[in-house]
């Protein structure tokens, strides 16, 4: 145990003076420093969606121990450790010391509890506060040894009460708990247990108008998707690392279980059912509310039953001796940490977050350029603010919330008014940055990372080193056209005679780009920019831009944007953009096909000057936390 809790250690605090914020932190953190708890509870805690616990318990963390991150995280990284050592302790009551070592090894090691335990968020706390109620809980009803157990029942009320407050699937996780316990407490007993998590309740009782307010803001459903009926099987993916490695070894400890049973199988299967149930019954809670009320679904929450998965897995195992023990533990972390570093590549994806990442860059770059940039930010100010004061910059930057960009045509303006002749852009969405690209068309800077991008533009070639990202190009020839552009129409003269192609009274849909994905992409993070420019255009126009994917015959997305996004009445002539990232499209590389083309709904006269259809290289760890990193 002294070597799986020093492993854990190492992997989590490895270099800890470097452990960024993750943008949740940092969301966190502007929402702590309040002096009067009426405007901590009102500004900082009703609007987030978690219970009060642990943001108030930041707040004044903050005032005695200050706001850096190694002060926000050591509390979450002491539990992380605590609960290596709960799980062994649990495992090895449940069933038996090779089970406790082995999924204590298994929470030391795998990205899912090292990341969680380097987040000052309620998701390691929960786990920790889950295991310590579990642990009580365990010594009241089922150990016999010469133990107070009073102390167990109100060490248990404790802990379940601080479940509560942490998070609202720890509070689902200590119900199950507490809702459990009645089929296995003593007949004499059952009173004093009711009364216990009747305390509990009680305990909760001030939360409640808190709790009521939260549940009318809703969950996350503004981001995050309804899961579907492949959600269980992602998520074993992703707690396993996506692994071979680390899903081989678990495969061999089942299978080990079988060929070395317990010799007391039976006796210990009042927990192996009690593992299954606590394992599935949040998930399939959470899975049920998601689908039918609003979606809160996510691995992270899961991580409070996670251990209980582990448990029921290794369960079947006999204990081994010291020898076995040791090669099998030594097996698991040695496997784990190296799924973790190599595979997972903990220590590049999650030490580059985008709020410090950007800020960095934007440091760096305004060195280089000696201030000659504009900086727009696609982050709160607040947040970006933090780093900024870190790094004692006083750079200024302009905040995409402050801007309050509402249309193409306002971006359009903007970027016309800006004499610089650099921009900077953090997490500028793709249509945006399409924008930036057509008026600062030499890219100088470039990087990508978990949820963020980061670019740098410049209008002028001379004098900086200038950076490709296009991985394919295509524009329309009018007078040949390449083998991906149809037309609808004959081409009768205008797209072979001219230097564009002109649509007239007879001419719904212009000439097309279709063209197989597998033959134009080269990864399933590119990301597609589709621009044509027009003139000679009379408004009121009713032209709009349609990007489509299909598989065969059938459609799986479409989507069309007016012309009129792009050009307000006073124009003849502009540019219309369409760009998607791969990504957020459920697309099969193999078979999937691209369209794009202009509809022409009122058949009205116009010329096309141009059409193009490019990919980019995108971002592959945009989110490599909870992907596949290839």
């Not at 049973?261 to 809670?285: E, V």
């Not at 994905?517 to 920019?529: E, G």
Request: net charge positive; aromatic share 20%; charged share 15%.
């Amino acid at each position: 145990m002294l070597l799986i809790v020093a492993t854990g250690t190492a992997l989590r605090f490895y270099r800890l003076p470097f452990i960024p914020f993750t943008y949740d932190e940092v969301s966190a953190w502007a929402r702590t420093g309040f002096s009067n708890f009426k405007d901590l509870i009102e500004q900082g805690v009703m609007g987030d969606g978690h219970p009060a616990g642990i943001q108030v318990f930041l707040n004044y963390w903050r005032m005695l121990f200050g706001d850096s991150e190694i002060s926000f995280k050591l509390p979450f990284l002491m539990m992380g450790i605590l609960c290596i050592w709960l799980v062994f302790l649990i495992g090895k009551f449940w069933f038996n010391e090779t089970v406790g070592l082995l999924c204590a090894a298994f929470i030391a090691t795998i990205q899912y509890a090292v990341e969680y335990s380097q987040i000052a968020r309620p998701y390691i706390s929960g786990l920790f506060f889950s295991l310590m109620a579990v642990w009580c809980w365990t010594n009241y009803l089922f150990n016999t040894g010469k133990m107070t157990k009073r102390f167990q029942l109100t060490a248990y009320i404790l802990f379940a009460s601080l479940c509560c407050y942490n998070h609202y699937f720890s509070l689902l996780f200590a119900f199950i708990i507490g809702v459990t316990g009645l089929f296995f407490v003593d007949v004499q007993k059952r009173w004093l247990y009711i009364f216990a998590n009747l305390v509990v309740v009680i305990l909760f009782l001030p939360h409640l108008i808190i709790t009521l307010n939260q549940f009318k803001i809703g969950g996350v459903g503004g981001w995050l998707s309804r899961p579907d009926y492949y959600f269980f099987f992602r998520y074993l993916n992703y707690v396993f690392q996506f692994s071979w490695w680390t899903k081989g070894i678990v495969l061999l400890l089942i299978a080990l279980g079988f060929f070395y049973p317990d010799n007391n199988i039976a006796s210990k299967n009042k927990f192996r059912i009690i593992c299954i149930l606590w394992f599935f019954l949040p998930m399939l809670t959470g899975y049920f509310y998601s689908v039918y009320r609003n979606p809160v679904l996510q691995y992270s929450v899961l991580i409070f039953s996670f251990p209980f998965l582990l448990f029921f897995l290794f369960s079947f195992l006999k204990p081994f001796n010291l020898s076995v023990n040791f090669l099998l533990v030594a097996g698991v972390m040695i496997t784990c940490s190296y799924a973790l570093i190599f595979q997972r590549k903990h220590y590049t994806i999650f030490y580059h977050q985008p709020i410090e990442q950007i800020a960095k860059n934007c440091i760096h770059i305004n060195q280089e350029l000696n201030g000659n940039e504009t900086v727009l930010i696609n982050e709160p100010s607040k947040y970006f603010g933090y780093y900024l004061n870190k790094y004692q910059s006083n750079i200024k930057a302009s905040y995409w919330q402050d801007l309050n960009i509402q249309s193409y045509i306002q971006f359009k303006n903007y970027l016309k008014s800006l004499d610089r002749k650099f921009i900077i852009a953090g997490n500028i969405p793709n249509d945006y940055l399409a924008l930036i690209r057509q008026r600062f068309p030499f890219m100088i800077s470039r990087e990508t990372g978990f949820t963020y991008n980061f670019f740098c533009f410049s209008k002028i070639k001379e004098g900086v080193k200038v950076f490709n990202d296009v991985i394919f190009n295509d524009t329309l020839n009018f007078k040949q056209p390449d083998k991906y552009w149809i037309s609808a129409i004959p081409p009768a003269g205008s797209l072979n005679d001219s230097a564009h192609f002109s649509m007239d009274a007879t001419q719904e849909f212009s000439p097309a780009f279709y063209a197989p994905l597998k033959d134009i992409a080269n990864s399933h993070y590119n990301v597609v920019t589709v621009s044509v420019h027009v003139k000679n255009l009379n408004w009121p126009n009713q032209t709009s831009l349609v990007f489509s994917f299909s598989n065969g015959d059938s459609t799986f997305f479409w989507q069309e944007k007016s012309l009129s996004l792009f050009m307000d009445s006073s124009e003849s002539s502009g540019t219309a953009f369409y760009s998607i990232s791969l990504r957020d499209v459920d697309v099969d590389m193999k078979h999937t096909f691209i369209k794009t083309y202009l509809w022409n709904k009122n058949k009205e006269p116009f010329d096309i000057d141009f059409m193009n259809v490019q990919l980019q290289e995108g971002n592959p760890v945009i989110y490599g936390l909870i992907e596949k990193v290839n």
